[in-house]
């Protein structure tokens, strides 16, 4: 994951704790030599099945598994493969996982805010545009929507505001690379979208997008 995508402000409150008190919905893809091949991250959530009632991204869905009960839905996280494994279909294996582990629950469904991998390309353009963006051949455009819609996923609704970010100009100089001279909106590399800069006040904000998508069990 990109560097800056380690310090969301709401998920690293809750983030230790998937592991600790949610064990049996994490896992790793381990090859024959027990080499990690991908990491997947969820949570059980509380959805009455409307886009109405989805969480607020990313950053609602962890505070919601954490924080209400009567999970009937697993809410996919995240799934990290290095970048020299990627191409080899373990994303769609890992969310075959994700699917196979609410089942076992006896969850009616797997719910994604999904990170769309191109739009980094396309760091200006709304969420909402671009998740409605098709191929010729009628599939999504992006890449890793396309791997969710091909195991028969639907997409739900955009989320711009999924992730939340925020870190002093320092840390976000730090954590891009780059520098910010003055307070204004940057692109900064793998960025969905602009970091707001305020200079004055020493503070960057970011709020990442995603789009919500559903695999029903």
Wanted: include cysteine; glycine fraction near 8%.
């Amino acid at each position: 994951m990109p560097e800056y995508n380690n310090h969301g402000d709401v998920l690293n409150e809750y983030w230790p704790r998937l592991t600790e008190t949610l064990p049996e919905f994490q896992f790793h893809l381990v090859g024959d030599d027990d080499e990690i091949l991908a990491r997947a991250r969820t949570i059980p959530v509380r959805w009455d099945a409307t886009t109405a009632d989805l969480p607020a991204g990313i950053d609602g869905a962890i505070k919601r598994g954490f924080d209400e009960g009567s999970a009937n839905a697993l809410c996919a996280l995240v799934i990290m493969v290095p970048r020299d494994l990627q191409g080899r279909g373990l994303s769609a294996a890992a969310v075959e996982g994700m699917a196979s582990i609410a089942r076992r629950h006896g969850l009616g469904s797997l719910i994604a805010p999904v990170r769309p991998s191109w739009k980094e390309r396309y760091p200006l353009v709304d969420i909402e545009r671009y998740a409605r963006w098709r191929r010729p051949d009628g599939l999504l455009f992006d890449p890793w929507m396309r791997v969710h819609e091909r195991l028969g996923a639907d997409v739900l609704k955009p989320e711009p505001r999924s992730l939340r970010i925020t870190g002093t100009v320092a840390e976000w100089e730090d954590w891009t690379g780059m520098t910010f001279p003055e307070s204004g909106d940057y692109w900064f590399p793998r960025s969905l979208a602009t970091v707001a800069i305020d200079r004055e006040r020493g503070r960057g904000s970011y709020w990442e997008p995603n789009v919500w998508m559903r695999h029903l069990l």
